[in-house]
């Protein structure tokens, strides 16, 4: 286990504020807390953030998101079968935008996702990306400590 270098909440109780407004824009609109909770648990495998992926997990429970498909979603490509059009064109994009510095978004990732999700809602899922992306940052930068496991 990794020592905690700092608690951002205790330190500064202001800090999170943008995020969780941004948090309230995301979870508030037409995506659905079962598609969220596949973006952040992509975007953490990728970025390796414990703290994110044990917390989007329970919510994907939550979320009835199947278990099946947390099980093999670092390896959605291979079983396309288990997650719908719009999942796939979903995590595509989380898998584009989080590692962003490799290709970019390339223009068939973008057309996926455009073709699955209203433009109005375009912005939703980019700054759910996003937002995954910077608390995934915080995490792993602050060695944020998982929380205890109940008894």
């Keep these: 286990m990794t020592t905690e ?18 948090e309230k824009y995301i979870h508030g609109g037409p995506l659905g ?21 044990d917390m989007h997990a329970k919510e994907a429970r939550a979320a009835n998101v199947d278990q099946r498909k947390l099980d093999v979603l670092a390896g959605w490509r291979e079983a396309t079968a288990l997650y719908t059009e719009r ?3 979903a995590i ?24 699955h999700f ?8 980019l700054m759910a990306i996003a937002a995954i992306n910077v608390w995934n940052r915080l995490a792993i930068a602050t060695h944020q400590a998982l929380p205890d496991m109940p008894a």
């Design 5 to 22: 270098r700092m608690n951002i909440q205790q330190v500064d109780p202001h800090a999170y504020q943008p995020m969780f407004a941004m």
């Design 33 to 53: 807390e079962d598609l969220l909770a596949l973006v952040k648990i992509r975007a953490s495998q990728i970025n390796g953030c414990a703290y994110c992926l």
């Design 87 to 89: 999942e796939q064109a």
């Design 92 to 115: 595509a994009l989380t898998e584009a935008v989080t590692m962003i510095s490799a290709d970019g978004v390339p223009d068939h990732v973008w057309k996926a996702a455009s073709a």
């Design 118 to 125: 209203q433009e109005k809602e375009m912005p939703m899922l």
